[in-house]
């Protein structure tokens, strides 16, 4: 079946990833777009003719209801919102914002436009609204403790959707993902900051060595969302995307440096890299691995693609783009 699909975030990682997933299932791709200065869409162009692209402001309730009702969609994936959880210590009133009252935002407008049914709305919580937990790995039924400013914004998202769903029976499913590397652009986040590093030779910091991380690659990601598009059964429902693997950061560390072949004795372990945003010892969870069992029973969802083998994906990628190969 093709359906007219909007997605918000659509020039972030997992946002450019759909849309172009969506483009070759034969979908109508519609963006949301923020209004930037010199944005550039670099991240789309292999699609940027076979999209369209909004410029909508998630904050404002008008401005979405207004694009809403303009596109029409049977879908969203709503994937905007500010991400960098470290940062959120630094500005947390611009990820309450963004999250919360986006989110917010998005769900009410679809609701007051178009009723309770006919558009699915699907939204982005994330792994860290789980917070520090007894009980491992985390299940979706377990109670949310966030510990940074950006997880308590998207557990503040994910409670008020499910509320939408016990008083409404509105038709939204709640994403949980964990950290998923495979990035084409954005060199921030841990995988990638270790690959690129790496293969420019410079020296690598990991600050806490021994928290245990679920990584997977990009592919599991997107799929999650777009089976959660598609199944009738997930109406309703709270899904952990997640390769459901621990590893330690420094096993993480180690297992890239022996694909690349870089020289251990260059990673400094229990060390941050200079002018890394601050965040609270307190706050670091110390473990944080998903059960994706409910995804792989409802949505028959399943990771075809390892960590290993998405690993030597990335690096073969980011060695071609940095001309290392």
């Known amino acids: ?185 954005d060199q921030g986040f841990i995988t990638e900051y270790l690959i690129i590093k790496m293969l420019k030779g410079e020296e690598i910091y990991i600050g806490a060595p021994d928290s245990i991380r679920d990584y997977h690659y990009v592919d599991g990601h997107s799929k999650g969302y777009l089976l959660a598009m598609k199944v009738p059964e997930a109406r309703g429902e709270v899904f952990n995307i997640a390769g459901g693997r621990s590893y330690k950061n420094k096993e993480w560390a180690l297992k890239i440096a022996k694909i690349i072949g870089f020289p251990k004795e260059k990673i400094h372990f229990g060390k941050y890299p200079p002018e890394y945003p601050y965040r609270p010892l307190a706050s670091d969870q110390p473990y944080l691995v998903l059960n994706p069992d409910k995804a792989k029973k409802i949505l028959g969802w399943e990771e075809k693609i390892s960590p290993d083998e998405g690993l030597k994906i990335t690096v073969d990628f980011w060695k071609k783009k940095l001309g290392k190969e």
């Open 1 to 185: 079946m093709i359906m007219k699909v909007l997605i918000t975030g659509i020039t972030g990682f997992i946002g450019a990833d759909l849309a172009e997933r969506l483009v070759k299932e034969g979908h109508e791709v519609h963006g949301f777009i923020r209004h930037v200065v010199g944005r550039d869409l670099g991240i789309l162009k292999s699609i940027i003719n076979k999209i369209h692209l909004t410029k909508c402001d998630i904050t404002d309730y008008y401005s979405v209801q207004s694009c809403l009702k303009n596109i029409q969609p049977d879908v969203v994936l709503h994937l905007a919102a500010l991400s960098p959880v470290r940062l959120s210590f630094e500005h947390p009133f611009d990820f309450q914002r963004s999250i919360i009252f986006g989110s917010i935002n998005i769900a009410e407008a679809i609701r007051e436009l178009f009723g309770p049914d006919k558009v699915r709305l699907i939204v982005a919580s994330t792994a860290e609204v789980y917070g520090i937990q007894d009980s491992k790995p985390f299940t979706e039924d377990l109670r949310l403790e966030p510990s940074s400013p950006y997880a308590s914004a998207k557990a503040s998202m994910d409670m008020y959707m499910r509320m939408l769903v016990k008083v409404y029976n509105f038709n939204v499913v709640i994403m949980r993902t964990s950290n998923t590397f495979g990035r084409k652009i």
